[in-house]
């Protein structure tokens, strides 16, 4: 088992910047990755980002530029960068964890609020 607990979500004007956080405890040395999805009001929920053992990192399309995923090893936590936010990035932004290769670990999320 691993629990994720998520933080920095907020409110934020057009152009700002936020840092999301996800805290993992449990059995993390079997984790073999972790990533950000989110979710919109209405709409499926879609990879972010994530970041590898090996720190190989992948972007979705629209947050490439935009938002850097990195991680602390010592800690076990995840971390989102998110600049020039935009409305279209308001959501609910989940931390993953994958262990052993197969199993997936959802937090329980974190809103992140952009205003026009």
């Known amino acids: 088992q691993v629990q994720l607990v998520e933080s920095g979500g907020g409110l934020v004007q057009t152009g700002g910047s936020l840092r999301l956080s996800c805290a993992a405890s449990?059995?993390?040395?079997?984790?073999?990755?972790m990533g950000w999805y989110r979710q919109a009001p209405g709409k499926r929920r879609e990879l972010v980002a994530r970041?590898?053992?090996?720190?190989?990192?992948n972007y979705a399309e629209f947050v490439k530029g935009r938002f850097t995923i990195s991680r602390d090893t010592a800690k076990m936590t995840a971390y989102l960068e998110m600049n020039n936010l935009k409305p279209e990035d308001t959501a609910v932004y989940y931390c993953n964890a994958r262990l052993w290769g197969v199993v997936d670990f959802w937090g329980k999320g974190t809103l992140v609020t952009v205003s026009s």
């Open positions: 970041i590898t053992n090996d720190d190989s990192t």
């Open positions: 449990g059995s993390i040395s079997g984790v073999s990755r």
